[in-house]
């Protein structure tokens, strides 16, 4: 009986993750406090799940990819990648990508290259944008570092008592994975589509702007007692006086004959203006001075954005900009911006005002198109430090003389002792998310094994491939791990599919190691939608595209990804 009741409490966390209104963070580790409380786990066994030593590992990568992300490594690249037509920049972008994303967090090899690939005019961006969030995948599968969900892996290989993965051994399959996905992607290069980008379509349609005429009743008056904050489909971004521009524009503003006002939201809505005595409307150009100030952002995954409005989250005040318009994939969202509900993803047009490069939230919450306006580039002496210890670390770890968490824990301090990286900035970008995440679900994995849930759903896939014996499972773990992914999050697929994987090789009594790399490559292997996988999320928007877009390219890939991944795991893995 407590087997089938874990069993419907996974399926009520699997549907509510597929709903995607909860973070997944918060669900999982309700689900985790919950069997705990209910005996299904005990209190060692749910606490240690924060302390495992593979989860201790990746928050320490992810901590010293914070200082590799700001070296300019990558931009040296970005002329000669780019060259030629689209198949060639398509081949060169996704060979340096993976070679990258091989040993660096791929979200950050994504954002490095993002805002170059997006306003670079040799080749559309639409043509390059979703090559490059795939190969930032493929190169994640190459190596035990590669992506974060090689290392949750981990933690539950660990967890499980088994042999920790070791650095390269993802690389046998993955490197000829990566060879032929990348020569797919290539050949298919036509199925991409070609968008002109976002930034040469005329701004002006986002702008509407208005002028307080001489002996204006407006004048001498605040924002607020004009009542020009709570306009019907528009919004007051900015103000022009004498040359000067203000913004964003606070409510106790007080105008002056001349002003001139820019507003935002739904400007066919201009007749909302012409009834303000003292407003003179004369069109919707927006001047030199108001597109010196724009940037463009995509919104990340740890921000606090997503599922939320502009007005509640305070948005001028949390990042001294305003926003001038929404972009999501190929829709520019339009009506009252303040009232939209935010997605991962989802690209911004902001004017900014002088403090917004200061604001230190900036980088935790966007990654930003426009590097003009991005944090300081190490020095090349700060470059070299940081990916020569880097480089130390990996081969040290990779040659067994010292544990790969050992390492990092040295090239961590170094960092911090040569102000590389600062505890401000740790502590702002520190993946707390990730932590519960993984952590509780560790705990989930026990209850699940401890409750027999999991040989449950191990003794039902052993009787519905009983003809197919355990090849036939291995292929059916590996194609649930594929669908978990492509509806929820990589590293909740992982954690989901683990315990069952692990059961399904006990209940065929053969070596589980091949099915765990069913789970490693399977939880990556998020090609067709969208939504589960946040470096698609981070291009959909710049690159204008439909899940349509992702779909056409991304089942050639994910056909040749999965052929590769069945047939070569149980040559350099037997069962």
């Known amino acids: 009986m407590t087997a089938y009741a874990v069993l419907l409490s996974i399926v009520a966390l699997l549907a509510l993750l597929i709903r995607g209104r909860t973070a997944p963070a918060m669900l999982f580790t309700v689900w985790a406090a919950a069997y705990y409380l209910a005996g299904f786990v005990s209190e060692r066994e749910w606490l240690a799940g924060y302390t495992n030593s593979a989860l201790i590992t990746l928050i320490l990568l992810l901590l010293v990819s ?4 700001r070296s300019p490594l990558l931009d040296r690249f970005s002329d000669l990648v780019l060259k030629g037509g689209p198949a060639r920049a398509i081949l060169r972008l996704s060979v340096v990508t993976t070679m990258f994303s091989a040993v660096l967090n791929n979200t950050a090899v ?24 795939y190969a930032a995948i493929l190169g994640g599968v190459t190596t035990l570092i590669g992506t974060s969900t090689n290392l949750v ?21 993955g490197i000829p994975l990566a060879l032929a996905c990348i020569a797919v992607m290539v050949m298919c290069s036509r199925l ?47 103000l022009e006086r004498e040359g000067r521009l203000i913004s964003p524009v606070g409510p106790d503003e007080i105008l002056e004959e001349g002003d001139v006002l820019v507003f935002t939201g739904q400007v066919e809505k201009m007749q909302a203006l012409q009834q303000i005595p003292g407003l003179q409307v004369f069109g919707t150009r927006a001047d030199a001075l108001l597109g010196s100030n724009l940037v463009e952002v995509v919104i990340s995954n ?48 902001l004017a900014v005002g002088p403090d917004f490069a200061q604001h230190r939230n900036i ?30 670390a990996i081969a040290v770890s990779a040659v067994g003389v010292w544990p790969l968490l050992n390492c990092l824990l040295v ?22 998310d990730l932590l519960v995440t993984i952590g509780s679900a560790l705990a989930i994995a026990k ?38 992914t492509e509806v929820i999050t990589n590293n909740a697929a992982a954690a989901l599919a683990f315990p069952i994987a692990l059961s399904t090789a006990r209940a065929f009594d053969v070596d589980p190691m091949p099915f765990v790399m069913a789970i490693a490559y399977g939880a990556s292997a998020g090609f067709l939608i969208p939504f589960g996988y946040q470096t698609h999320l981070m291009v959909m928007s710049p690159g204008r595209y439909r899940t349509l877009d992702f779909l056409r390219i991304g089942l050639p890939v994910s056909l040749t990804y999965s052929a590769a991944v069945l047939l070569l795991v149980p040559v350099f893995f037997p069962f």
Do not use: C, W
């Open 110 to 133: 994504v954002g490095a290259l993002l805002g170059v690939v997006s306003k670079q005019r040799r080749v559309a961006p639409s043509k390059l944008l979703i090559p490059l969030s």
């Open 66 to 69: 914070l200082a590799l992300e």
């Open 447 to 484: 209850a699940l094994e401890s409750s027999g849930a999991a040989e449950l759903v191990a003794d039902a896939m052993r009787g519905l491939f009983d003809g197919h014996g355990v090849v036939g499972a291995f292929v059916g773990v590996y194609l649930i791990t594929v669908v978990l």
């Open 363 to 392: 980088d935790r919450n966007f990654h930003l198109l426009d590097t003009g306006v991005l944090r300081p580039k190490l020095t090349p002496r700060q470059s070299t430090l940081a990916l020569t210890g880097f480089a130390l």
């Open 411 to 432: 090239l961590l301090a170094i960092l911090l002792a040569t102000r590389i990286l600062s505890v401000s900035e740790m502590r702002r970008r520190f993946p707390f």
């Open 302 to 349: 740890e921000s606090i954005l997503p599922n939320r409005t502009l007005r509640e989250v305070d948005f001028r005040s949390q990042f001294d900009a305003g926003v001038v318009g929404i972009r999501r994939g190929d829709k520019r969202l339009t009506g009252q911006l303040g009232r939209i509900p935010l997605r991962v993803g989802d690209a911004l047009l």
């Open 192 to 238: 991409l589509p070609t968008h002109e980008p976002a930034e040469r379509e005329n701004r002006q349609t986002y702008f509407l702007e208005a002028q307080v005429t001489p002996d204006s009743p407006l004048a001498g008056r605040s924002i607020e007692q004009n009542r020009l904050r709570n306009l019907d489909g528009l919004f007051l971004l900015e």
């Open 153 to 173: 892996v981990n933690s539950f290989v660990i967890d499980a008592g088994l042999p920790a993965l070791e650095m390269f051994q993802f690389s046998l399959v």
